[in-house]
């Protein structure tokens, strides 16, 4: 772990003492592989405090307090018995759209959404509430399915959401999204009401940084790629 590193992290955030929601994600990708590791997570908020008192002469103390309490909120652990317990669910016995829907509903901070498609009414009212109360949403889809009658992306597109199309002739036909860089929902589950009522469908939920780090990072990697 990189100390040097998470204070220029903290420096560049607290420039101008408030948390931005690129900070949000930036830092949440960064903390993803440290999330069941307490020791670790002692040595960033013992950082954290220390940064904190060396600005303790800030001019807008209430902002200083604001950003450190969302920072923290980051840092919070989890236990060993989430790390290891994924939950793997079938479709359509399972309610996989229910357990979605709950994991925006729980979502604090961020939601990074890569789908095919999204024609599930359902679950595009989870995205938006979630949006209406400041969880910041990004989706990254297929171009070609995105126009699609049914296709609730421009929908998500008019509300505010930020969304980025993958602009190429092959499809982007992952199924995945990470709740607040701690939790991985992935499998063949298609975002529609098809897959939810009629179709054979997987979807596992996890908590490993092991898996949740890669999925989060190429996330990044597609998001600069086809946002740029």
Sequence with gaps: MDLKQWEIILAQSFDD??????????????????RTDEQALTLLRA??????????????????????GKIVKLLLPLTQKE???????F???????????????????TVSVCVFTITDNF??????AAHNRGVLIRVLTDNQKSSDDGSDIHLLET??????????EAHM?????LFDGI???????????????????????SRDPRLVGPFQRYFERMWQKFGS
């Design 17 to 34: 003492s408030r948390l931005s929601d690129s900070e949000k994600v930036a830092i949440n990708q960064w903390i993803a592989p440290h």
């Design 47 to 68: 950082s954290l405090f220390q940064f904190a008192r060396e600005h303790a002469g800030s001019p807008d103390q209430t902002k200083l307090i604001e950003w450190l």
């Design 83 to 89: 790390d290891h317990d994924p939950v793997v669910l």
């Design 91 to 109: 479709a359509p016995e399972d309610g996989v759209a229910e357990r979605i829907a709950g994991l925006f509903h729980d979502a604090k901070e």
């Design 123 to 128: 679950l595009t009212d989870a995205i938006l």
């Design 159 to 168: 509300a505010g959401i930020q969304v980025v199309r993958d602009r190429s």
């Design 173 to 177: 036909h992952h199924k995945f999204a």
């Design 183 to 205: 939790i991985l929902a992935n499998g063949s589950y298609n975002w529609t009401r098809s897959a939810g009522k009629f179709n054979q469908e997987n979807l596992v939920l």
